[in-house]
C-alpha cells in the first residue's frame, strides 16, 4: 500500500512568519514529488515540484526532499492570509505521473 | 493561460441513473487523468488515459465507470450506475508528458440522492 502522510492541522501561523508543511511517503520507489494548494471547494493548483533530494526555491516557497528518509517538506516564508489552505503532498510511483495524495495540512495565517 | 476546463460543475443525479461528467484537456497535452475527492477526504486518483487506451486505473475504478475520448478535444467520465457513494467532486487532469506536471480542472460536483 502506498501511503501519503500529512498532519492535518489546521496549522497556524502569524502572519509574516515561516510556514513549515511537512509529508512522509511509505514507497521508496517514489519519482517525484509535488505540493498543492487547494482552497475549500477548489481544485489543487500546483505550487512546487521537486526530484532530487535537497531544496527547490521558488520565490516564497521552498521544497525539500530526503529520499533517504522519505520525507518532503515546504516552507512558505512571509506567510500572508491568501497562503490560508490546505496544502496536499503528492508523490508518483516509478515512471508515469499517477499521484498518491496525502490528506493535507490545512494552513491558518492569522493577521 | 490554457486551462483545463470541466462541466457541468454541479450535477444532481438519482441513484442507478448514468453520469457523464466531461473534460477538455489543455490543447498539446497527451496524458489525461480523472480524480475524485469525497468531501472531507483524500484526493484519490480513478483512471489515467493516453493513446486512446486506459494506461493505468484504480480499484475504485470498476464496471461501471468507463472513460472516452471522443474526439480530439474532449474527455468524459461515464458512471453507469451511480450510487449514492459516487457523490464526489471529480476533478479531469492533463500533462503534456509522463513525468510531466499535472493541470487540473475546477472539478464537477456529483451529488446521487
Known amino acids: 500500500q502506498k501511503e501519503v502522510e500529512q498532519n492535518s492541522g489546521p496549522l497556524s501561523v502569524p502572519e509574516g512568519a515561516i510556514a513549515s508543511l511537512n509529508c512522509t511517503y511509505s514507497?521508496?520507489?517514489?519519482?517525484?514529488f509535488f505540493w498543492y494548494r487547494q482552497y475549500s471547494g477548489k481544485s489543487p493548483e500546483l505550487i512546487m515540484s521537486?526530484?532530487?533530494?535537497g531544496d527547490k526555491e521558488d520565490g516564497r516557497f521552498t521544497a525539500q526532499l530526503n529520499k533517504a528518509s522519505q520525507y518532503v517538506s515546504l516552507l512558505i516564508r512571509d506567510s500572508q492570509p491568501s497562503d490560508s489552505a490546505t496544502y496536499l503532498c503528492?508523490?508518483?510511483?516509478?515512471?508515469?505521473?499517477?499521484?498518491?495524495f496525502g490528506g493535507g495540512t490545512r494552513l491558518m495565517v492569522k493577521p | 493561460e490554457p486551462e483545463v476546463t470541466q462541466t457541468p460543475s454541479h450535477q444532481v443525479t438519482q441513484m442507478g441513473q448514468e453520469v457523464i461528467l466531461r473534460c477538455v484537456p489543455i490543447s498539446n497535452h497527451l496524458y489525461f487523468y480523472w480524480y475524485r475527492q469525497i468531501l472531507g477526504q483524500k484526493v484519490e486518483f480513478l483512471v489515467s488515459?493516453?493513446?486512446?487506451?486506459?494506461?493505468?486505473k484504480s480499484e475504485i475504478f470498476d464496471d461501471q465507470f468507463s472513460v472516452e475520448r471522443p474526439d480530439g478535444s474532449n474527455f468524459t467520465l461515464k458512471i453507469r450506475s451511480t450510487k449514492l457513494e459516487d457523490s464526489a467532486m471529480y476533478f479531469c487532469a492533463s500533462s503534456p508528458s509522463l513525468d510531466g506536471e499535472l493541470f487540473f480542472g475546477e472539478g464537477s460536483r456529483l451529488t446521487v440522492l
Open positions: 521537486i526530484y532530487s533530494n
Open positions: 503528492a508523490v508518483t510511483h516509478n515512471a508515469g505521473n499517477m499521484l498518491t
Open positions: 514507497d521508496r520507489g517514489s519519482q517525484s
Open positions: 488515459f493516453y493513446n486512446n487506451e486506459i494506461s493505468e
